[in-house]
């Protein structure tokens, strides 16, 4: 009876830390950020001003950028999905085998997504601007003489091009784990029925790896949704405006144009957005597992 | 038993640096909060602080600046109660949006001794009150140019009006130098080369801005905006950088220092001794932009842009106001512009630092006047959509009639 009692008091207090922070540190703000996004507020001003549903009919109705920063985030996604988890797993299975350079290899895929996202966008920016000004003094091919930041569709590919780049690494882990935790004697069996390379990764490796690209599917959409920072410090949204994300649209709308009420609202919609997507998503990846 | 006390011990660290902040109540006198942006004088304001100690020992000033992000961290502490003492916005439009929180520094020496085109920019749109603030600066705006890239083409004169500028261009281009860099790809510059044709597009700038806010106004209806400043952009990119977009501030800076280019865009004395690092032998000539036909509309620009905002909440109100009047009025702080800091100072007893734009600047006010500061009176976030806007028309992604719309639209909804 007493070590019920202990017990039941411990499972009510040590939560308790994490849940006045995580209180404090997201869900006060979440219930605050519902109320101006009802107000028209500059972040300044002593009082904002209710004026209830007009936030949400700027967004809709194209008063605001934030359906053409929606898109945007969107092509980002899929592209994002797509490429990481391609070659992430390409890598993976290449690593898995045993060759006297994988565990160098593995280190090196790695480094970049141990290192900021500001670190590594300015970086790029570097390699894209001065970098490729060098390498056209030298080679004089084409590509280098693009401007690979400074033209709005090359823009969104060399964003694209680096956040997959930056990420790679924590993926190729995620599928690493995955391949090594398949049985061996599953694998073997297969090579003894005769499967061949493709077949036996099509056949084998694939379905029994379905945890695992689930995961990494999952985590590169949320992931790539709140893109923010790769974009900050490469294009800062240009040129012309060309690559707002949701995420930096609202920082934009919020901080820059002093429209606190509007920010919150489109983060409002986006949170809902987001929120049915991966519901979505989840339901997707259950049933097929 | 150890675990409990080193769990504790971490526990108790923690909830003390989330609670902790406040406390600017020193043991020993009074402590002043400043909280500024422009970090390249961080060095200059460190000294003037120390000079500051010598002279009344027991005030002690906290200083703290950053560049990225200042507007939002500044809003966090304004409405988190952690005003400071001193604190920046900038000048024109955001004056009336801080005049809740700052003081009206009117009847203090430090805005008798400030320029009057400096206080202008400081004084509320809408009453004409203040200054409610005071710079750590004043500025030149106007064009870099490279004078034995222009000897070398055999233009004897800096090109005053618009046909000179093109016939210059062709001369310099026909030497394989590229005449302009225009860092277009920068916002800020966008802003920097229109004030010239705005300031000049009407006798009022602060009235024209308003009627672009309330809808009132057309770019078309005004051929400085609609014909001439369209003109030069065009200019600049025939004449430009390859990667127009891509070209920020170190580019157009490294492009003008390395003899890539013969003049820049957008700018003003703040390169020079970027510049000046790269090739400490560059012969600079600075100018102003030639915005029409007319040789007499070619001035500089002058004033500053960045206003020190003195808090009206603070405790230390006396001694806060006594450090500010330090600043401009002791032998100290009048030197401290061009000894220190080496910019061009916003006080009129100042003396002007041993630069070219500066001097070259100085002397063309003192002969032509000045063109009027008059990007100061539309906010950044708009002159943000701007640049924007202008990007996608130099990148050819909207004709200029489109451009124009969208100007007009942006004007009403972001301000």
Known sequence: MKKQKVELLESVFYPLPALLFVGVMIYIPFVLSGYYSFTEWNGIARAPKFIGLANFKAIFTGGADFLRTLLFTFKYTVLFMLFTNIAALALAIALVKKFRLA?????????????????????????????????????????????????????????????????????????????????????????????????????????????????????SLTNSLKVFDIILALTRGGPAGSTYSVTLGIYRDAFQNNRYGLGSAESLVFFIIVLILTQVVMRVFKSEN | ??????????????????????????????????????????????????????????????????????????????????????????????????????????????????????????????????????????????????????????????????????????KIAALGIKPFTSGFGEWWVWKHAAMNFFGTATNDPIALTKKFENGQAKVSDYPRLYNDFFRFVDLVKKYGDDKLLETTL????????????????????????????????????????????????????????????????????????????????????????????????????????????????????AQEGSAPLSIIYSTDAFHQVFGELMQAYVGGSATKDQTCAAIERQWISIH
């Open chain 1, 103 to 219: 565990n160098t290899l593995r280190g090196l895929f790695f480094i970049p997504y141990i290192m900021s996202m500001t670190i590594v966008g300015f970086i790029w920016r570097f390699i894209f601007s001065s970098g490729f000004d060098t390498l056209l003094a030298n080679t004089n091919l084409g590509i280098f003489r693009w401007s690979w930041l400074g033209t709005p569709n090359l823009a969104f590919v060399s964003v694209t091009i680096v956040g997959v780049w930056q990420s790679l690494g924590f993926y190729i882990v995620l599928y690493i784990a995955g391949l090594e935790a398949i049985p061996q004697d599953i694998i073997e069996a297969s090579v003894v029925d005769g499967a061949s390379g493709f077949l036996r990764l099509r056949s084998v490796i694939l379905p029994l790896l379905a945890p695992s690209i689930s995961t990494c599917m999952f985590m």
């Open chain 2, 1 to 170: 038993m150890k675990k409990c006390l080193l769990v504790l011990a971490l526990g108790i660290a923690l909830t003390g640096a989330v609670f902790a902040g406040g406390g600017k109540e020193g043991a020993s006198g009074t402590e002043l909060y400043v909280f500024i942006s422009q970090p390249e004088y961080a060095d200059s304001i460190r000294a003037l602080i120390t000079e500051y100690k010598k002279v009344v020992p027991d005030v002690t000033i906290n200083y703290e600046t950053t560049q990225a992000d200042y507007p939002a961290l500044l809003k966090t502490k304004l409405n988190s109660g952690d005003l400071p003492d001193i604190f920046t916005s900038t000048a024109g439009a955001e004056i009336d949006l801080y005049t809740e929180y700052s003081l009206n520094l009117a009847d203090q020496p430090i805005a008798k001794a400030m320029i009057p085109a400096v206080a202008d920019g400081f004084k509320s749109m809408d009453t004409g009150a203040g200054p409610y603030g005071f710079a750590i600066k004043g500025n030149f705006f106007g064009i870099l140019y490279n004078k034995d890239i222009f000897a070398k083409a055999g233009i004897a004169e800096f090109p005053q009006t618009l046909d000179a500028l093109e016939a210059a261009c062709e």
């Open chain 2, 250 to 365: 170190d580019r157009e800076v490294a492009a003008f220092g390395n003899g890539q280019a013969a003049m820049t865009v957008g700018q003003g004395a703040w390169i020079e001794e970027d510049v000046l690092k790269i090739n400490p032998n560059l012969k600079i000539g600075f100018d102003g932009y030639p915005i029409s036909n007319n040789p007499a509309d070619c001035k500089v620009v002058t004033g500053a842009d960045q206003a020190m905002r003195v808090s009206n909440k603070s405790k230390h109100q006396k001694e806060l106001l006594d450090f500010v009047n330090w600043w401009y009025t002791s032998d100290y702080g009048k030197g401290w512009f061009a000894n220190v800091a080496k910019v061009v100072p916003p006080i009129s007893a100042g003396v002007v630092p041993n630069l070219e734009v500066p001097k070259q600047g100085a002397a063309h006010v």
